[in-house]
């Protein structure tokens, strides 16, 4: 694999390295969109970064339909609209806000970016490199602890920040910008409450910045399993913490497992989450958060719960604990 000789120059400009060496290909962006790869470096103080290069696929001749298809059929105008905001979105991060983060929630280091002729690019540390070469398609307790810790300091780091160039929403599956697939739910009681439950959701008095799309795929671990870092903020926005606890939760456990751990898991959150905000805002009274993000993680999870439910109705997330959620939340705003 080679990059295009800009790419290069651009890569070598922004890490004073001397000379671009070995490129893989770490994956494909979702629905054709780009490319990420690892580049290996001479001559400089870096021995390697994540190249993350986004090159959006062209829209045909009458500009309904982009020429790629979505992996379960999901295509088309707004579709495309919404991706090449998330990557304004993830630049605006990335430039703005990225920096703020610590140790307690690990992101990559941004060496630069650019966005140019529709195209965006990223220069990004490697975590492999800077230890945290891991990734995880399930995680037992511990790691589960590990996700919730990074997501109680990222939320008390970015408590009552304005996400001002990022989405004043976060998530990927808000219901403003998922028209289509409420469309496409069968009516009933959740494809009612949608609307109610987006608004108390984004009506709560104590908001964050949510990572957007938390899920344990965007986690990078030690080898020892003591450390994390999160990667992939193309959704990050303003919103209420108990979003990103319920998706991460539903990202790497099964609905029984949810179902036995819901208060073990939200308790040890809770926990990490008082102590950090106790430092970064004594001010702020970890009981009132708590209290309100408690009673309003069905809520997240219900909001999840009907994107599903439109985008893909056989998903194994639509199980038995995610339905009596459902139950529970719809039964609450009658």
Same mark, same amino acid.
């Given at each position: 694999?080679?990059? $295009? ?37 001479? =001559? ?19 500009? $309904? ?64 490199? $800077?230890?945290?070469? @891991?990734?995880? =398609? ?27 160039? @990022? ?44 990572? =957007? ?32 606890? $319920? ?29 950090? @905000?106790?430092?970064?805002?004594? =001010? ?51």
């Amino acid at each position: 694999m080679k990059l $295009a000789n800009e790419i290069s120059e651009f890569v070598l400009e922004s890490t004073s390295a001397s000379e671009v060496g070995r490129v893989n290909n770490v994956q494909s962006l979702w629905s054709g969109y780009g490319q990420i790869c690892r580049v290996e470096l001479v =001559g400089g103080p870096i021995r390697s970064v994540i190249i993350k290069h986004v090159a959006p696929p062209n829209l045909s001749s009458h500009g $309904a339909q982009h020429r790629v298809q979505h992996p379960r059929g999901w295509s088309g105008d707004r579709s495309h609209a919404r991706k090449l905001r998330s990557y304004e979105v993830e630049t605006n991060w990335y430039e703005n806000f990225s920096a703020l983060c610590d140790v307690g929630c690990r992101v990559p280091r941004c060496w630069a970016t650019r966005h140019h002729d529709g195209e965006f690019l990223f220069v990004l540390e490697d975590l492999d490199e $800077a230890g945290y070469p @891991l990734r995880r =398609g399930a995680l037992d307790r511990d790691g589960i602890f590990l996700g919730l810790d990074w997501l109680a300091n990222f939320h008390s780091r970015f408590f009552g920040v304005a996400p001002d160039g @990022l989405w004043e929403v976060g998530t990927y599956w808000h219901l403003a910008t998922r028209p289509d697939e409420w469309d496409a739910m069968e009516p009933g009681s959740m494809k009612d409450a949608a609307i109610a439950i987006d608004l108390r959701l984004r009506q709560c008095v104590f908001q964050s910045l949510v990572h =957007g799309d938390a899920k344990v795929a965007n986690f990078c671990f030690a080898n020892d399993a003591s450390k994390i870092a999160a990667v992939d903020f193309q959704y990050v926005g303003g919103g209420c913490g108990m979003k990103d606890v $319920a998706y991460f939760l539903g990202s790497c456990l099964d609905g029984d497992e949810c179902e036995r751990g819901e208060e073990a898991f939200l308790d040890h959150y809770f926990a990490q989450f008082r102590n950090s @905000l106790a430092t970064q805002h004594q =001010g702020v009274s970890p009981d009132d958060v708590e209290n309100e993000w408690r009673a309003l993680y069905p809520f997240a999870w219900a909001d999840f719960t009907r994107f599903m439910m439109g985008w893909c109705s056989s998903h194994t997330k639509l199980n038995r604990y995610s339905r009596r959620i459902v139950e529970q939340v719809t039964q609450q705003l009658k």
